[in-house]
T-cell receptor, first 117, second 116 residues
């Protein structure tokens, strides 16, 4: 069974602060993908990153960074120097990697981030 | 616009009526997914197609729901005899899956259904 837990329901930070969004996952699969998506008020899910289970190297993209730790089944997301435009709901998701390719996504319940100017 | 397109964006219907939504995926993508998202929750998987074949259906997809992708391009999701509990955002996504390559899923803006 797949499960993704985002324990933080809502977070508020003041602009320019750093913020970390937590994600813990459960899966019996040995190969899988982990994702982060952003959902702004417009409703569309915007892809941010995909990580496969073979690669625990952390990644940085501009103000965004991701920390994948298989030992704790966590895939945390940090925004550095937050901006008002970062305000959105952020979803962590998990996908098994089967013989026919990546399967459907299991999403967490999301973390609503509000950046206060 | 080369993204995933969904139509309509909003639909209000009376309980008991049938509704149909359409999704046009990114043109070269062979996989198409339907998800449902209720308020305050993450999207939940409903079903997916690889080309025209429907490969998986979730238990959330009751007998009143049917999805098709007749030519392996656009897809429709029909809900018959709508109930108030069907009120949700219905999201479509597409991806490309080949022997050695899997792209991430790209989502449309969704169809928000309100059953009154």
């Amino acid at each position: 069974a797949q499960k993704v837990t985002q324990a933080q329901t809502e977070i508020s930070v003041v602009e320019k602060e750093d913020v970390t969004l937590d994600c813990v996952y459960e899966t019996r699969d040995t190969t899988y993908y982990l994702f982060w998506y952003k959902q702004p008020p417009s409703g569309e899910l915007v892809f941010l990153i995909r990580r496969n289970s073979f690669d625990e190297q952390n990644e940085i993209s501009g103000r965004y960074s991701w920390n994948f730790q298989k030992s704790t089944s966590s895939f945390n997301f940090t925004i550095t120097a937050s901006q008002v435009v970062d305000s959105a709901v952020y979803f962590c998701a998990l996908s098994a990697l089967g013989q026919t390719g990546a399967n459907n996504l299991f999403f967490g319940t999301g973390t609503r981030l509000t950046v206060i100017p | 616009d080369t993204g995933v397109s969904q139509d309509p964006r909003h639909k209000i219907t009376k309980r008991g009526q049938n509704v149909t939504f359409r999704c046009d995926p990114i043109s070269e993508h062979n996989r198409l997914y339907w998800y449902r998202q209720t308020l305050g929750q993450g999207p939940e998987f409903l079903t997916y197609f690889q080309n025209e074949a429907q490969l998986e259906k979730s238990r959330l997809l009751s007998d009143r729901f049917s999805a098709e992708r007749p030519k392996g391009s656009f897809s429709t999701l029909e809900i018959q005899r709508t109930e108030q509990g069907d009120s949700a955002m219905y999201l479509c996504a597409s991806s490309l899956t080949t022997g050695g390559r899997n792209t991430e899923a790209f989502f449309g803006q969704g169809t928000r259904l309100t059953v009154v």
